[in-house]
């Protein structure tokens, strides 16, 4: 373990570049790959083939620029509205954000072994809005309120 974490910290924490690379602490947009998952789908079911012939693909590229641009246009229109998000995922992002409220209170409150505990309860509770189940409830946490995440 003491390996994986001296290569963790060598890689991904040697500057701020490299954490807001795998870091979505503080993210407000998407969380998943789910949009560029959806595009490679759609890519995979137009060209079925292995290696599609060049003009083939060359004019669907200019229709799917063509549908690109038209709909930058259209969500850059003043009277344009937006797409209504799921209410699950409107409600696990405030969810989330209190979460990290809640953090920031606890760190800004907080002793060192007061704010390791208030960042493993943090951590758990993303980990259980994020949909893993089988994330064991935190044990002797204090119930203070400053640490109460």
């Keep these: 373990m003491r390996r994986f974490v001296k290569y963790f910290e060598k890689i991904w924490l040697a500057d701020d570049v490299r ?23 759609m890519i995979k079911r137009n060209f079925s083939g292995i290696h599609p012939k060049l003009g083939n693909y060359l004019n669907w590229l200019r229709k799917l620029h063509h549908r690109h641009l038209t709909r930058i246009v259209y969500l850059t229109h003043p009277n344009s509205k937006p ?61 203070s309120t400053d640490v109460d995440i």
């Design 83 to 143: 797409k209504k998000r799921n209410p699950n995922f409107v409600k696990n992002d405030n969810n989330i954000q209190t979460a990290m409220e809640k953090l920031r209170r606890a760190i800004s409150n907080s002793r060192d072994h007061i704010l390791r505990l208030a960042i493993l309860r943090y951590l758990r509770h993303v980990a259980k809005l994020s949909g893993h189940k089988k994330i064991l409830p935190p044990t002797n946490l204090p119930h």
């Design 19 to 41: 954490i807001e690379l795998w870091n979505h602490y503080d993210n407000q947009g998407s969380r998943t790959t789910n949009a560029v998952e959806g595009y490679h789908s």
